[in-house]
Every structure is written in structure tokens, then in C-alpha cells.
């Protein structure tokens, strides 16, 4: 079986207050689109506009893919339904909140 | 998964279940209840000690077992977060007295982070053989720390 990776990549730079706001809004993550390939399929929490409740994503290139936007199209059928619930449901109070 | 994902596997995925990168939020995947810092890189071992020491010595267990010490959980962010440089005291080179400030010497070192997913009864073990049982997932892990000096 293979086992779940998540790249959570770190920034090499220091930002002060001033900077803050600016370092939000970066393009940093897009650079790293060739990591993600099919070869590298990580696991992760995400969350957006259109998925706001924090929930597991995974990626490919420059996409982030929700995983229970899958489950629900049936993509995931040969999965144990109680894999299933875990993949639908995360509770944004049960982790820090970051 | 991979079949899943694959462009040429005619499997279609909903839009709505994809967006791009810059336009999601990243948290931290899992809760932390503890976790301990591994030092077991001799090449690693060797450049710190030299850096807070001015030798280049392992610590004495280096070669009987792995060296390890309990992080502090709180610390560990999700990547993206922007960084503060750590404070804390150290002896300022040029005037030799011990100063309260942002540390001098930040450096990031690139880890790999087990995750334990099926924790051990108390008081029991298990040998290398069995780790992977125990493994949830890897992450690569930042390590941002501060090599001041130590204090003499």
C-alpha cells in the first residue's frame, strides 16, 4: 500500500510586519507545480471560497482537488465507506486552528 | 488516486472539486499532540556543534542511539506562514555582554516528519522492524532554528 505524503514547503524568507500583507497574497505555491505529478501524490487540509469548511485535498500541478467534491461524483467507490466519512468530515475545531 | 487524477485516464472530475493553487487555504493537517526532534544527521550534527560551540564534537550517545528531544508542539505551522525571526539571549560578539534580541544566526534545516498514526500502550515497545505499522504519513518539515551562540 502505498503511503500518503504531504509536502508542506516552507518559505526561505523573512518577512517583517510591513511585509505581511504582501506575503499573503503570494505566488509562491504555483511554483512548485512540477513536484506534483502523478508520480507525487500528496495529502493535505485545505480550504476556499467555494469549500469552506477546511477539508482533505490533494493536488496535481497547480490544482488543488477536494476530495469529497470526488466522493461525492462516486470517483471513489473501492473505498471502505468508513475511509469515506474520515475523507468528508474534518472538524476545523479538532486541529489547531491555523 | 493516480488513475484518478491522470489526464489521460478519460475520468472526468467535477470542476467545482478543483481550483487552483493560489486560490486555497492550506491548515495544518493534523493536531500535534507532541512530537520529538531528531538529530541524526552526523554531517548535521558536526556543522551545529560547530556553529554554537566553535568544535565540531557529537554529543557523547551520538553513536549508541538515536538523539532526540521533545519539541515544542505550538511551534509547528503550516507552510506559507510567515516566519518571525526567534528571539532570545545570547553574547553579543563585539561587546561580550548577553543581550535580548532576534537571534544572529536563524537557520532552516530540511526535515522529514513521521507522523504516528497507531500510538503504543504505555509501557511498551517496538523495534524498527515494526515502525512502519505505526507510520501515518511523511511530511517534509522546515526547521527554523536559532544557533546563537551558547552562553559561557
Not at chain 2, 505550538?74 to 537571534?103: A, E, K, M
Amino acid at each position: 500500500m502505498s503511503r500518503p505524503f504531504t509536502y508542506l514547503l516552507s518559505q526561505s524568507s523573512l518577512f517583517d510586519s510591513q511585509a505581511l500583507a504582501q506575503a499573503v497574497t503570494f505566488s509562491g505555491p504555483a511554483m512548485y507545480a512540477d513536484h506534483f505529478s502523478l508520480s507525487n501524490i500528496p495529502f493535505g487540509v485545505a480550504s476556499s471560497s467555494e469549500h469552506s469548511k477546511p477539508s482533505i485535498a490533494t493536488r496535481f500541478k497547480d490544482d488543488v482537488i477536494f476530495i469529497e467534491s470526488l466522493i461525492g461524483a462516486k470517483l471513489l467507490l473501492d473505498i471502505p465507506q468508513s475511509m469515506l466519512d474520515v475523507l468528508c468530515e474534518v472538524s476545523p475545531t479538532s486541529l489547531n486552528n491555523k | 488516486m493516480q488513475h484518478i487524477l491522470d489526464p489521460n485516464s478519460g475520468i472526468s472530475i467535477p470542476p467545482t472539486a478543483t481550483e487552483g493553487i493560489q486560490h486555497v487555504t492550506m491548515h495544518l493537517p493534523i493536531r500535534v499532540s507532541e512530537f520529538t526532534d531528531f538529530s541524526c544527521s552526523k554531517d548535521h550534527v558536526l556543522n551545529a556543534s560547530e556553529v554554537m560551540t566553535g568544535t565540531r564534537k557529537a554529543p557523547p550517545g551520538f553513536l549508541h542511539f538515536p538523539v532526540g528531544y521533545a519539541g515544542r508542539s505550538s511551534s509547528i505551522i503550516v507552510s506559507g506562514t510567515p516566519i518571525r525571526r526567534p528571539l532570545g539571549q545570547y553574547r553579543d560578539g563585539n561587546t561580550g555582554n548577553v543581550i535580548y534580541g532576534p537571534t544572529r544566526q536563524l537557520d532552516y534545516e530540511l526535515e522529514i516528519a513521521c507522523i504516528v498514526g497507531q500510538p503504543l500502550p504505555y509501557g511498551s515497545s517496538i523495534t524498527a522492524v515494526d515502525a512502519e505499522d505505526h507510520i501515518f504519513g511523511l511530511v517534509l518539515l522546515n526547521d527554523w532554528s536559532g544557533k546563537c551562540r551558547s552562553l559561557k
